[in-house]
């Protein structure tokens, strides 16, 4: 799976995950100061399912329409980097299968929710 990590969730997440072996296109170590629309258009580009703190990345899905290649996004109340790296690695651990275009998850520190967007 070809991730890519927001700027607002931070570099070292994204370093993280390289660690892991995945690939992954880090827009605060890359493209710092783009756009939300400018991290939608490039994951679509290059098929990378976006992660992301900001959650103007579901009005880009749900009001504008915007294509992307699946999104997950940390809606958490614990923001450091510890606890971004804790949640996710337990949602890779729980969730198994691809994440596809349709993919709308919101993953919080007591729950993951899915929405499959047509």
């Not at 504008?64 to 940390?74: A, D, K, P, R």
Request: include cysteine; hydrophobic fraction near 40%; glycine fraction near 6%.
């Amino acid at each position: 799976m070809k991730w890519l990590v927001d700027e607002c969730t931070g570099p070292s997440v994204g370093r993280w995950l390289r660690s892991e072996g995945y690939d992954v296109y880090s827009v605060g170590e890359q493209s710092p100061g783009w756009s939300d629309w400018q991290v939608l258009a490039h994951a679509v580009s290059e098929n990378r399912v976006v992660i992301s703190n900001d959650k103007d990345s579901g009005e880009l899905v749900f009001k504008f329409h915007l294509s992307h290649c699946g999104i997950v996004l940390m809606r958490l109340d614990d923001e450091r980097i510890e606890n971004k790296i804790a949640i996710l690695s337990r949602f890779l651990a729980s969730f198994s299968e691809p994440i596809t275009p349709q993919h709308f998850i919101v993953i919080t520190e007591k729950a993951m929710r899915i929405t499959l967007n047509k």
